[in-house]
């Protein structure tokens, strides 16, 4: 191990780490909001994603940019599976699209989390999930960085 370097603090062992940012990627239509939604209700009720054990149960936010009748049948779908009821899970579920890149935007959903986690004690979500990342990133160019590049500028100052 590098000298100084600590040891990799999981929020689910051998897959997902605590306090960093991680990104799904695939072929469209291979199961990507599946695996999120799995992972964003065990991570929400502690249950076990796959054999491997959650470390952190807490709350989730799930931004969603499409598909709401779909999610909520995915949902329902993942609540039968693990014969789990989500309706007092700690899992909060965005009612539109986000457009990240747009500055206002993006302090309006961070606004928005700030709340809940007020309301509910002071609990610092687990994970927060951006579904999918096409559909939140409002008009700029997912694959050009000038957009962000403005955005980190305006956020920096």
């Excluded at 990507?32 to 952190?56: M, Q, Y």
């Excluded at 499409?66 to 700690?90: C, D, I, K, T």
Aim: aromatic share 8%.
């Amino acid at each position: 191990m590098v000298k100084g370097a600590k040891p990799i603090n999981w929020l689910i062992k051998g897959f997902l780490e605590m306090d960093s940012l991680s990104l799904m990627f695939g072929e469209p239509a291979c199961g990507k909001s599946f695996a999120a939604i799995d992972l964003a209700c065990c991570v929400a009720t502690g249950n076990e994603w796959h054999g491997k054990p959650v470390k952190r149960q807490g709350p989730v936010f799930y931004i969603a940019g499409e598909g709401f009748n779909g999610l909520s049948r995915r949902l329902m779908a993942w609540q039968v599976a693990h014969g789990y009821n989500l309706r007092n899970a700690p899992i909060y579920i965005s009612q539109c699209a986000a457009s990240l890149t747009d500055l206002g935007n993006a302090r309006l959903v961070s606004a928005s989390i700030e709340e809940i986690v007020e309301e509910t004690g002071g609990v610092i979500p687990s994970m927060i999930v951006i579904d999918t990342l096409a559909r939140n990133f409002g008009p700029a160019d997912e694959n050009a960085t000038r957009g962000i590049e403005k955005m980190a500028g305006k956020i920096r100052r």
